[in-house]
């Protein structure tokens, strides 16, 4: 005989996201969700200089709704408070550099204030992220319908060789780099910056390599990856100008947060399968907020004229 699981006292709760009307769910507890949220990107995997991890939260508080976002910022706090989420999961760290305060006359100190009146826990998914099966790059390579092959920098702990830093990835049919660059621009989430296009537009691409954020110390990987193409973010000046003397690469620059935003997607849907798995009472959201912190862009005037300084 089957016996039905105990529930415990104060976690019954009845299902109205999925499964039959009247039937009963659990309510998980903040430390079984980021339990779960461990498995998924364990903090042993970050970089030793990262902030990882549960920032604020009680381990024994009910959790029924989660936001995920990339930036833990005052616009996704209030937010999260305007959604009645109990569990705030971002991206990017709230203390990467450390404090010696969390006064509520500072900004960040003022997001710690909200969470913690507001009973919202914060839990911080990064660089553990970042090279995670699947991760960052995997939501950005989906994002643009490309086909993982591998990671651009293998995790040489991982011995099935999925885990790694970026990923190179084949297209379905061969493209130039100007519909390369179109593509990206409408498939990543819009934002002032667009997409910066490095080499010749007319181009031919079959493999792309993609890192989610910040990728310029990624090139000689990238090079000895034979990838015709290099889509991130945040590509500076002398090592872009060096990248493309170095060989035909073409460079696709789109904003650090567009290029991160599509993790969150996945990520939610990660924690909704754990979910149902589990039998939880639990409510996913994905916030479309945009916390790009460039705001408008005033492109330059177009002439018949070469491109150049003023004379």
Not at 33 to 48: D, K, T
Not at 81 to 96: C, F, M, N, Q, S
Not at 120 to 137: C, K, R, Y
Not at 282 to 311: F, I, M, Q, Y
Request: aromatic residues 4%; charged residues 20%.
């Amino acid at each position: 005989m089957r016996v039905a699981p105990v529930v415990p006292a104060g976690r019954r709760r009845r299902y109205s996201r999925a499964g039959h009307p009247g039937s009963l769910a659990l309510v998980p507890r903040l430390s079984e969700v980021i339990a779960a949220l461990e498995n998924l990107w364990p903090a042993e995997r970050a970089e030793s200089w990262d902030a990882v991890g549960t920032v604020v939260g009680d381990p024994d508080q009910q959790v029924t709704r989660v936001l995920f976002a990339v930036d833990p910022v005052r616009e996704i706090v209030d937010e999260a408070v305007k959604l009645g989420a109990d569990l705030l999961v971002t991206h990017h760290p709230l203390y990467l550099r450390g404090t010696t305060t969390v006064a509520a006359s500072t900004f960040k100190g003022r997001v710690v204030h909200t969470l913690i009146k507001n009973d919202i826990a914060l839990h911080v998914a990064h660089t553990n992220a970042d090279t995670a099966d699947p991760g960052v790059s995997d939501a950005l390579a989906g994002a643009l319908d490309l086909r993982v092959v591998r990671p651009l920098v293998p995790d040489p702990t991982d011995p099935e060789g999925r885990r790694g830093l970026g990923r190179v990835c084949e297209l379905d049919h061969p493209l130039t780099v100007r519909e390369l660059a179109a593509r990206a621009a409408a498939c990543l989430p819009a934002t002032a910056q667009g997409i910066r296009v490095a080499g010749d537009p007319e181009a031919t691409v079959r493999t792309v390599a993609v890192s989610g954020g910040s990728g310029d110390s990624l090139f000689d990987a990238v090079r000895a990856a034979g990838a015709d193409a290099f889509l991130t973010a945040d590509l500076r000046h002398h090592p872009a100008s060096e990248a493309v003397a170095h060989s035909p690469l073409a460079l696709l620059d789109a904003a650090h947060w567009a290029t991160e935003w599509p993790w969150c997607e996945l990520a939610a849907a990660q924690l909704d399968e754990i979910s149902d798995r589990h039998g939880w009472d639990l409510r996913v959201h994905v916030s479309k907020t945009v916390t790009d912190p460039w705001t408008a862009h005033a492109a330059s005037t177009t002439t018949d004229e070469p491109l150049g300084a003023p004379n």
